[in-house]
């Protein structure tokens, strides 16, 4: 499939895109955002976008839906802050200034300040790209974040020197926390000046858990160097965004740039489990959660979860919890998942 090479501000022309009257056959959560277009370009595919503005402060909820390979190319410079919670897909990103790729993955966020244009955008077709967008003034930001930490101080340094910057070297994790906060926003239905104000704190205090992990390094041990530590943290925050998919050790140790020895042995050392019981208690717990909580039967949970055959499902789940699906289902004792 050929790479499409585009500009933003060609993708974003309004006379090129036609707007679409029929509803999105993916439509955002909610309607927590004021303006909400539905796009459709003839070279990247559907769009979604919904915006809203406030003081100190521009917030974009976006899905996109990506027709064929695409090289995205910004040509726009920006003086703001930009921060992305990347919910779905996948989007590998060169920023002028930046030393480092900012390689984005479904269940990571970042923040870059990139003041200069030139930035290039490498996203896949086939697939459906979700991410929450917040811009913040930097000057809002500059006196929000303080300087009493040496990630703040050195932040406040290079917005001085008006130089580009990203929170991270690499991605973190969207916690539970963050994810929470994330839905509320997406799904928020007050009106009025409630609205904007419930909006605004959240983002706000999205804005501030982002920067508290940032603020706090990635930990490594004694034997995991703190750069491969970072690597293993976005790999498990891959396998908690994908457990539902079928994953081999030569992928994921693909995905992460570590070979497969130190994905066993550092994922090992650092979560103090493999990745593969990683990936049984992932699937386990969420298998639970659709017995418990929602209407599905035994059959259809174990089709959910990948089994052939709802007796080998029947099976992991007991081996795992020490009750079968139809007996937990029923809430005959309560269970504490290992």
Not at 12 to 34: H, R, T, Y
Not at 118 to 129: A, I, P, V
Not at 139 to 167: C, K, N, V, Y
Not at 213 to 236: D, I, M, N, Y
Request: charge should be negative; hydrophobic fraction near 40%; charged fraction near 20%.
């Amino acid at each position: 499939m050929a790479t499409m090479v585009l500009n933003a501000t060609d993708l974003f022309d309004f006379e090129v895109i036609e707007s679409l009257n029929k509803p999105s056959p993916f439509p955002l959560a909610g309607a927590s955002i004021k303006s909400a277009d539905a796009l459709y370009h003839p070279k990247a595919g559907s769009i979604q976008l919904k915006h809203a503005g406030f003081p100190h402060l521009q917030l974009i909820d976006m899905r996109w839906d990506i027709a064929s390979d695409i090289e995205l190319h910004d040509t726009v410079p920006s003086n703001s802050i930009s921060i992305n919670f990347m919910l779905e897909g996948t989007i590998d990103s060169r920023f002028r200034g930046l030393s480092h790729d900012l390689n984005m993955r479904a269940g990571t966020h970042n923040l870059i300040h990139t003041p200069e244009s030139g930035h290039t955008n490498q996203m896949k077709g086939g697939q459906s790209m979700a991410s929450l967008l917040i811009g913040l003034d930097r000057d809002f930001f500059a006196a929000a974040i303080g300087s009493d930490d040496a990630w703040s101080e050195q932040i406040l340094t290079e917005l001085h020197h008006d130089r580009p910057f990203s929170g991270v070297r690499g991605v973190q994790t969207i916690t539970p926390q963050m994810r929470h906060l994330i839905d509320d926003i997406r799904s928020n239905k007050a009106t009025g000046p409630m609205r904007n104000l419930l909006i605004q704190s959240r983002v706000l205090e999205l804005v501030a858990l982002e920067i508290d992990q940032f603020r706090k390094p990635v930990a490594g041990s004694e034997t995991v160097p703190p750069h491969e530590a970072e690597k293993l943290h976005q790999l498990k925050a891959y396998l908690e965004a994908t457990f539902l998919e079928e994953h081999t050790l030569a992928q994921l140790s693909r995905y992460c740039l570590l070979n497969e020895f130190k994905v066993k042995k550092g994922f090992k050392e650092l979560f103090d489990t493999t990745v593969f019981n990683y990936l049984r208690k992932l699937r386990m717990e969420y298998a639970g959660k659709l017995l418990r909580h929602c209407s599905y039967t035994v059959d259809e949970v174990a089709a959910m979860l990948g089994y052939e055959h709802s007796q080998h499902f029947s099976i992991a789940y007991k081996k795992y919890t020490g009750l079968t699906p139809t007996h937990y289902q029923q809430g005959k004792k309560s269970v504490v998942m290992a």
